[in-house]
């Protein structure tokens, strides 16, 4: 909300930078005031805020000015300086120059050449003309003023001791400096706010969720003094409490559950979020929180959970691009850190460190090295691997004592089976060279060939069309990665499925085989380019098989024993037997992009089938997996009498290529390779063999299964050699001439003692929460001061430095600050770096609790809080406001991230893979919005709409938009419109008039009466609705289908339906969407 | 409201800091006979020659050297290897540590027009506008994957966060409608099947207020994100429901005067129009049959050649910045057959765009744009592709009071670097803001202590190119 415009200065003077800094609000004096050529109605409404000062002070009235329009060529930065001026220094700047001129001297301005230069006129006038930053006469009169005063300078105020005031009167410290503040320019609070806008801010505030109507009345009518405190303290026991603070925290340290460069797969992260949500919950001191994320690693004897926790060193945003320069992306994580790190922690704009000094403050690019060197323990590779074994490095699983437990029983069990085998093929062995020329003649003889089944009918359980293609000719479109092919010729057996595109699917097959003994059946999933994803399903990003059964008409089922396929790249938590062990909850599937594209799974009979001439053969294929859409696009079925034919989609590879030329060659002159290679397909071929094969299998697929339900999240992990760090010269990452740094901190800020030990993370982390550090509890109170008046006490939430906002009111600033590091007002229960302890004392306060009514518009943009602030809430809380209101909301704590419904299509620019979108089911549709799968490079729609950040960088500062966007999320938008259904539901279980009915939904909503007025639109509505509804039932049955929600039994259709459109008015007004 | 109280409560908005969309809002709601928005750079800098620009980005790295830079030399060095005092420490994608080969030209250049400009012979519908297309041969980036390398072509930076040049433009200018986007975004994909992703970083708003964020028209489901009323809610319905919004929120504004109240009713009201003007707007079955056919265009099927007309019946109802993005100009390998392909696709579209705006006479405001991230290497990969090239490549322009029937840069002789006046990513940008009268020095946000802008700290004007 705070962020500045910037504009030309042929824009309206309002607009301009110059307005928005701090000397505006601190630095002028009366005469100065008037002397400004601003319009003077803006004037007379300023007039009163500004304290009539007679001194100027460096800090609060001149380095702003300097910032915006000196420091560019005469400040820290050698490489920009202009004639070996520098102002931003005082000895520096009393110095004589090489020309003689002296830039200032103190105590006489006519002689200073900046008071020369700034005065003057045509070419020699500075800053000059070419840069666009004229200075205003006010702005040049205060610096004659300053030099004339003796141009003192002072320290930069943020990178100053916090000193901990008196607070100028008795009771809460915040009302006493706000009051105090105020009361210099004659202003005063307003009265504390009604109770039912109380309860609903606060707990907006606190929770992200409005009150219900039950403790809206319970709070309005509590007699007790202490009602509000009761109210609060309840609230911030709340779990929600704890959501909505890790909201917060999650944008700050960039928290996403994709990877955001190119493919931008899924990262293994959520469980990072539940340690948030478990530091708010518990109230963790902020050190030890800052701690464990930024060297939870590497804290002696490291909890889990603090392992967890150094997973914020690796949200960063990483590729898995082909070909990315490996140094280059170290080089952009290693800066990522800097940025986050300078921002939350220190409130500092490292970030244009990176190339050269910075322009404004003291950070050398060196420093910007020598922090981003504390990182270069971490293990970690440019490019980072979004799949296979070492997909995103690091990972720590994170089992449960039950997962842990049967993971061991799993494992032993297994190696047991593997003795069991491998005695069995020892035993076998003797048999394999007999083996070996009865397939390769098989092979010769065609007895191995798989015979594509033409049906006679292909049916879909839930509306896809299936066609069959036997003889009719089909388009086949394939695209190996670098070449696509097209070719026309007749299906041969294959079904495509078109039309309706159902979640799940079973498919029914029927066909004549014919005469024969078939060995093995085949589903051969068919690749087309026609297709989404990786080609093969209907939508998703996989086929998943949950089960394949098989009949012969009269015979009845005809069981299978075992299964085998031809993958490139087969996952192992969905192997082929899983598509045949009677078991929904499995299956086999085909699950990353890069696989081969002649993909079939064959299943092995138990006993050898018979078929005459007249046989039926049916085939039902049932895809009922999580995924949604993982269904064949197209397929066909084919038979074997072969004992071991492989599966392939083409003739000619029913043995694979690779272990037909390891056969040909002679026993002798086998390699290794070749050895393994054919000992394997002996394994999988030979029958005696078939019973230990798979009891291996299936051990193996149900620890894979487990491996899969066992949550993991990417950690930190140091390596014994830290990279070296180079300072890059313009950044640039293939400049390998600069200088290697240590781990430092930014050196005008000191220096850690260590001993001479190189410096880690953590010693980083403990420089940052130690008490004296400057800024670190500056920045953090000043965050939270937004979260509950709209604005920081000073604007510039990540920018403490000359060209931030100078905080508005830095006595209570600093009191915050310190209270935050050592509790002393009402500290009962409370602990250092509390910070729950902050928020409490905060919503406690008068100043929090007053009304919002503006009547003194002297301070329009209300920074000396005069009165509370309205704001729209954040992208979660729109959505949460609606869920919570209509009943919706599932409450569950914690867990993984959840998909809620998005529009097909959205993700089509999206590849590697392609892939569509599997929204959640059940309770996880109605899940808080700081659950939501947050998808870097597409965010969900909606959030996104509501100012959520893609948290591809670290944000502290949402904005905050008004947008015909978002009418259009709130008014149609399904879930929305399921929200409104329900809600309507609950309005018509209430019972009463039509009259009482609304008072009862306003009440809910926005914890009020409506007023006549609003009533009667709303009546209006509902009858309009209602006739409309009567007229047309049908509409009525569309409407009541959005969503999955059940419609309340007993609710005459009409009726509810236009009880949904007053309810959807009512989650669409400003209010309901509004802080007050 | 008396006009002092407006005046008032706008300044009380603006320096909130949540300004801009509100004073927009207020705007609209001071001046309601005006039918558009208009921008921060008020009046402009300098006068413009365009008034808006319709972007082709060919997305996935276009080979400069089978469109529009005709080497030669290269064709005569095929399969000889690359002379090492070009490659040397330069950067290099998907070939790092390979052996690297001179790959020749796939196909013949051609002079077309009078002005004679050499186009590659894939694109002769190009080559019949030769006389209103400026070629500058002489781009370079410094990105070489393509995510960072969007990001930069259309933000000026790789960090994400800054706005989208279509944002920059439309804040700058706002837009000649109220009915639909400022900044319109269309994507549509190759046959050839090598897409890379695109990710929405690239048409987002950064730190501009996401009113300014393009707005992606889709070619499936609903044309904008929930533009569509709800299942059995019909326009009366939705009319009614939006009247008795505003009514409520009228209310609320009446009691509390709170200008963002306001704001939201017209928002309200916008969102309703759109809801009406967008299935007009992509309903293109009134179109002539004779211009379907000069753009190659079939209604509804999300073509490139469809996202071209769509593109001037946006351009005609004031749409600022519309960008069409086309997909599958990845060539690592195959390249023959599929710059074929890719030439099928866009080369009629992108000509009749051109021929149909001039002669409704647009093209004279109207500044078109066509490039993507990259070039392409003069080096073969894999005996049949080229990788990402990032130091010299080709763009197209016209319109908009670009010179016409000019070629300008250079790269060298084997089409390697930028030679002769070479254009930056920051160059191009100032140039497509001078163009709309915007100075890119002074189109800036203020962020975390910076005038951020779309040019960073550099870019020049590339003056040679203008009328």
Not at chain 1, 886 to 901: H, I, N, Q, T
Not at chain 2, 352 to 376: H, N, P, Q, S, Y
Request: proline letters at 6%.
């Amino acid at each position: 909300m705070t962020r500045r415009l910037t504009v030309s200065r042929q824009q309206p003077e309002w607009l301009s930078d110059s307005h928005r800094q701090g000397p505006d609000y601190h630095g002028r004096t009366r005469s100065a005031i008037y002397s400004s050529h601003v319009n003077a109605k803006f004037c007379v409404g300023l007039f009163f805020l500004f304290t009539a000062s007679a001194e100027v002070r460096f800090n609060r009235d001149i380095r702003p000015i300097m910032a915006n329009t000196c420091f560019r060529c005469h400040g820290p930065d050698k490489s920009s300086r202009m004639a070996g001026m520098r102002l931003d220094i005082r000895d520096e700047a009393v110095k004589p120059l090489r020309d003689g001129a002296t830039p200032i001297v103190p105590g006489d301005p006519e002689k200073s050449a900046i008071v020369q230069r700034i005065f003057a006129t045509g070419a020699r006038v500075m800053p000059p003309s070419s840069i666009h930053k004229e200075l205003t006469d006010v702005q040049k009169n205060t610096i004659r003023q300053w030099v004339a005063e003796g141009a003192k300078y002072e320290g930069h105020w943020a990178y100053q001791p916090v000193q901990r005031a008196t607070p100028p009167a008795p009771g809460n410290p915040v009302d006493a400096f706000v009051q105090a503040r105020l009361a210099k320019d004659g202003m005063q609070q307003q009265p504390e706010a009604d109770r039912r806008t109380l309860i609903r801010r606060v707990s907006l505030d606190l929770t992200g969720l409005p009150p219900t109507i039950e403790e809206t009345e319970s709070f309005a009518k509590d007699p007790a003094p202490n009602a509000y405190e009761k109210l609060v303290d309840r609230l911030l026991a709340s779990p929600r409490y704890a959501e909505q603070q890790a909201m917060h925290w999650l944008d700050f340290v960039r928290y996403a559950d994709t990877c955001g460069f190119h493919g931008d797969n899924a990262l293994p992260a959520w469980p990072y979020r539940d340690y948030v949500l478990h530091a708010f919950r518990d109230n963790k001191p902020f050190n030890e929180f800052t701690r464990d994320q930024l060297a939870g690693d590497l804290i002696p004897d490291a909890t889990r959970d603090q392992k967890v926790a150094s997973a914020f060193n690796r949200l960063n945003r990483t590729s898995a691009e082909g070909g990315l320069q490996p140094k280059e992306y170290l080089a952009k994580y290693g800066a990522d850190r800097v940025r986050t790190i300078a921002s939350v922690w220190m409130g500092s704009t490292l970030g244009c460190a990176e190339c050269h000094d910075h322009k404004f403050d003291p950070f050398l690019s060196r420093d910007f090295y020598s922090m981003k060197a504390f990182f270069a323990d971490i293990k970690e590779t440019g490019l980072v691997p979004d799949r296979g074994a070492k997909a995103w490095g690091t990972q720590l699983a994170l089992p449960t004592p039950e997962q842990q437990k049967r993971q061991e029983e799993l494992k032993d069990a297994l190696d047991a089976a593997k003795v069991k085998l491998t005695a069995t093929m020892a035993r076998l062995q003797p048999q394999r060279a007999a083996w070996e020329k009865r397939l390769l003649d098989d092979y010769a003889a065609g007895k191995l060939v798989w015979h594509n089944q033409h049906p006679i009918s292909a049916k879909s359980a839930n509306g896809s069309v299936l066609k069959i293609y036997n003889e009719e000719p089909v388009l086949f479109t394939t695209y190996d990665g670098n070449n696509g092919t097209q070719d026309s010729k007749p299906g041969d057996g294959l079904v495509i499925a078109s039309g309706p595109n159902p979640d799940n699917d079973t498919y029914t097959v029927t066909f004549r085989p014919g005469a024969g003994t078939w060995t093995a059946m085949e589903v051969q999933v068919v690749q087309d380019e026609a297709l989404p994803g990786i080609r093969v399903a209907r939508g998703a990003d996989r086929v998943v098989l949950s089960e394949v059964e098989a009949e012969v008409s009269g015979r009845g089922k005809a069981p299978f024993a075992s299964g085998m396929s031809n993958l490139n790249n087969p996952s192992a938590e969905f192997p082929p037997i899983a598509a045949i062990d009677g078991d929904l909850s499995t299956g086999w599937a085909i699950a990353t992009y890069n696989e081969n594209t002649k993909v079939a799974l064959a299943l092995r009979f138990t006993e050898p089938l018979h078929t005459d001439g007249d046989s039926t053969m049916t085939v039902r294929i049932l895809q009922n997996s999580e995924f949604r859409r993982a269904t064949m696009g197209r397929f066909r079925i084919a038979l074997s009498s072969g004992d071991y034919s492989y599966p392939h989609q083409d003739a000619g590879k029913e043995i694979p290529d690779n272990v037909l030329k390891s056969l040909k060659v002679a026993e002798d002159k086998r390699t290794d390779d070749d050895r393994k290679r054919i000992a394997a397909h002996f394994q999988w071929a030979v029958p005696e063999a078939q019973a230990d094969v798979i009891a291996v299998a299936k051990l193996e697929a149900a620890s894979a299964m487990l491996e899969k339900q066992i949550p993991h999240v990417v950690v930190s992990e140091a390596t014994e050699k830290p990279v070296d760090t180079r300072i890059l010269g313009r950044g640039n990452w293939m400049d390998e001439t600069g200088e290697v740094v240590a781990p430092a901190i930014p050196v005008f800020l000191g220096k850690l003692d260590t001993g001479g030990r190189r410096a880690t993370r953590l010693d980083l982390a403990n420089w940052l929460v130690d008490p004296k550090n400057p800024l670190t509890a500056r920045v953090y109170v000043n965050r939270v001061w937004r979260q509950f008046f709209g604005s920081g006490i000073s604007k510039s939430l990540d920018d403490f430095g000359s060209q931030g906002e100078w905080p508005v009111n830095p006595e209570l600033l600093d009191w915050l600050a310190a209270e935050f590091v050592h509790p002393d007002w009402q500290a009962e229960g409370a602990h250092d770096w509390d910070m729950r302890h902050i928020v409490r004392m905060i919503v406690l306060s008068k100043t929090y609790r007053q009304a919002s009514a503006n009547n003194d518009e002297r301070d329009p943009d209300n920074r000396l809080l005069s009165h509370q602030s309205r704001f729209r809430v954040d992208a979660e809380v729109v959505r949460d406001i609606a869920l919570s209101v209509s009943g919706l909301m599932a409450d569950k704590f914690g867990g993984p991230s959840v998909k809620p419904a998005q529009p097909d299509g959205y993700l089509m620019a999206m590849n590697f893979p392609k892939r569509e979108y599997s929204a959640s089911h059940g309770d996880d549709m109605y899940r808080r919005g700081v659950y939501t799968f947050w998808q870097r490079s597409f965010l969900h729609p909606s959030l996104l709409t509501f100012d959520a950040p893609t948290r591809e960088e670290c944000t502290v500062n949402r904005t905050n938009s008004n947008t015909p966007l978002q009418a259009l999320v709130l008014l149609n938008d399904p879930i929305y419109v399921e929200a409104a259904r329900a809600f309507a539901g609950n309005i018509l279980k209430h019972e009463g008039s039509l009259g009482d009915r609304i008072n009862w939904a306003f009440e809910r909503a926005i914890s009020r009466a409506p007023s006549g007025e609003e009533k009667r639109v709303v009546s209006d509505l509902y009858r309009s609705s209602l006739q409309q509804f009567r007229k047309s039932p049908d509409d009525a049955a569309e409407l009541l289908k959005v969503g999955e929600a059940p419609t309340p039994s007993g609710e005459k259709p009409a009726e509810l339906a236009a009880m949904t459109m007053v309810a959807r008015a009512l989650l669409n007004m400003h209010e309901t969407i509004t802080r007050n | 409201m008396k006009p002092c109280d407006c005046q008032i409560h706008r300044r009380a908005f603006l320096s909130r800091g949540i300004a801009c969309v509100g004073l927009l809002g207020l705007n609209n709601l001071l001046a309601q006979e005006k039918a558009a928005s208009h921008g921060v750079v008020n009046p402009l800098h300098h006068p413009a020659k365009a008034k808006r620009i319709i972007f082709l980005y060919q997305a996935g790295g276009p080979s400069h050297l089978e469109t529009f830079d005709n080497k030669p030399k290269l064709r005569a060095e095929g399969g000889k290897p690359m002379p090492e005092s070009f490659t040397k420490g330069q950067q290099i994608a998907q070939l790092q540590g390979s052996k690297l080969t001179c790959y020749a030209p796939q196909y013949d250049f051609k002079r077309f027009g009078k002005s004679g400009q050499e186009i590659c012979e894939l694109f002769p519908h190009i080559g019949s506008v030769a006389d209103d297309i400026c070629i500058v041969r002489s781009m370079w980036t410094e990105q070489i994957n393509h995510d960072p390398a969007h990001t930069i072509m259309n933000t000026g930076s790789i960090i994400p966060g800054r706005p989208s040049m279509g944002s920059w433009v439309f804040y700058g200018l706002g837009a000649d409608t109220n009915d639909l986007p400022g900044f319109v975004v269309l994507l549509s994909t190759g046959k050839g099947g090598q897409m890379q992703p695109i990710a929405a970083r690239q048409w987002s708003a950064g730190l501009l207020p996401s009113k300014f964020q393009g707005v992606k028209l889709n070619s499936i489901g609903d044309p904008v994100l929930y533009i569509e009323n709800p299942p059995g809610v019909n326009a009366k319905l939705q009319q009614s429901s939006v009247d008795a919004i505003n009514k409520l929120n009228r209310a609320e504004f009446a009691a509390l005067r709170d200008p963002e109240i306001q704001t939201r009713i017209s928002q309200y009201e916008m969102a309703f129009r759109m809801q009406t003007s967008v299935p007009g707007l992509m309903d293109m079955s009134k179109e002539p049959q004779k211009v379907l056919d000069m753009y190659g265009a079939q209604p509804g099927d999300g073509s490139f050649a469809s996202n071209c007309l769509l593109a001037r019946r946006l351009a005609e109802r004031g749409v600022r910045f519309i960008q069409l993005y086309h997909r599958d100009w990845d060539h690592h390998g195959g390249l023959k057959a599929n710059i074929a392909l890719k030439a099928e696709e866009t080369d009629r579209a992108t000509a009749a765009l051109i021929t149909d705006l001039k002669e409704r006479g647009m093209l004279d405001d109207t500044l078109v744009i066509w490039g993507g991230e990259f070039g392409r290497t003069p080096m073969s990969q894999g005996g049949d592709g080229r990788d990402h090239h990032i130091k010299g490549f080709s763009y197209m322009m016209a319109g908009g009071g670009i010179k016409p029937g000019i070629t300008y840069g250079t790269t060298d002789e084997l089409g390697y670097a930028a030679e002769e006046n070479p254009v930056s990513v920051h160059d191009f940008h100032a140039t497509m803001l001078h163009l709309l009268g915007i100075d890119h020095k002074r189109l800036a946000m203020k962020f975390q202590g910076l005038d951020v802008r779309l040019t960073g700290i550099s870019g020049d004007v590339v003056k040679d190119i203008l009328v």
